[in-house]
């Protein structure tokens, strides 16, 4: 089945940087677009970043534009997010999601996310 | 950017209840609107795709409806397993946009 098990979440100060991987396995990686979806403890959802299946395109939120770059390995069935410049307002639960086939920004499939904390 | 506003923020009703959340967003998105539910501690789960579109597996008490700037989620009759925080989110334009979400207590 699809799975999505994402990796690298920690403590990092103010300023510091972080690189998050996300595994994927059960589907065809390479045929599908990938985001990042983040969560603050207690609040909302809120969209980072896209990738599409060949990596050619590629958005950002413009909380992270300039700080956060989005990549995948197709060969290794893996995307990243290599995150600089962190601040205390990137505390969040990072999500991987699967774009659903056929269903544009459709996020059908979501890892168990990992916890990047911002702080001194 | 794409506003989108649920409401209410938060519910209380009991078992075998009609339960109705309303997802507004700022301009048109056409039918470009999916519903996620998010239990404590998990990650959210895609319900609704298309405004309308229930996904598999997902119980049929389940429903959507709506399109242009004002959608709606629809639970016919509630059970214990629906305790749940539920989100809208837009597809229609980039940043995609999530309302604020919905807690709904039993």
């Known amino acids: 089945q699809v799975q999505l098990v994402e990796s690298g979440g920690g403590l990092v100060k103010p300023g510091g940087s972080l690189r998050l991987s996300c595994a994927a396995s059960?589907?065809?990686?390479?045929?599908?677009?990938m985001s990042w979806i983040r969560q603050a403890p207690g609040k909302g959802l809120e969209w980072v970043s896209y990738i599409t299946s060949s990596g050619r395109s590629i958005y950002y939120a413009d909380s992270v534009k300039g700080r956060f770059t989005i990549s995948r390995d197709n060969a290794n069935n893996s995307v990243s997010l290599q995150m600089h410049g962190l601040r205390a307002e990137d505390t969040a639960v990072y999500y991987c999601?699967?774009?659903?086939?056929?269903?544009?920004?459709?996020?059908?499939?979501w890892g168990l996310g990992t916890l990047v904390t911002v702080s001194s | 950017d794409f506003q989108m506003t649920q409401s209410p923020s938060s519910l209380s009703a009991s078992v075998g209840d009609r339960v109705t959340i309303t997802c507004r967003a700022s301009q048109s998105i056409s039918s470009s609107l999916n519903w996620y539910q998010q239990k404590p501690g998990k990650a959210p789960k895609l319900l609704i795709s298309s405004s309308s579109n229930l996904q598999t597996g997902v119980p049929a008490r389940f429903g959507g409806s709506g399109s242009g700037s004002d959608f709606t989620l629809t639970i016919s009759s509630l059970q214990p397993e629906d305790f749940a925080t539920y989100y809208c989110?837009?597809?229609?334009?980039?940043?995609?946009?999530f309302g604020q979400g919905t807690k709904v207590e039993i």
């Open positions: 989110q837009q597809s229609y334009s980039i940043p995609w946009t």
């Open positions: 059960g589907f065809s990686f390479g045929d599908y677009y």
């Open positions: 999601a699967r774009e659903m086939s056929g269903n544009y920004a459709t996020f059908d499939s």
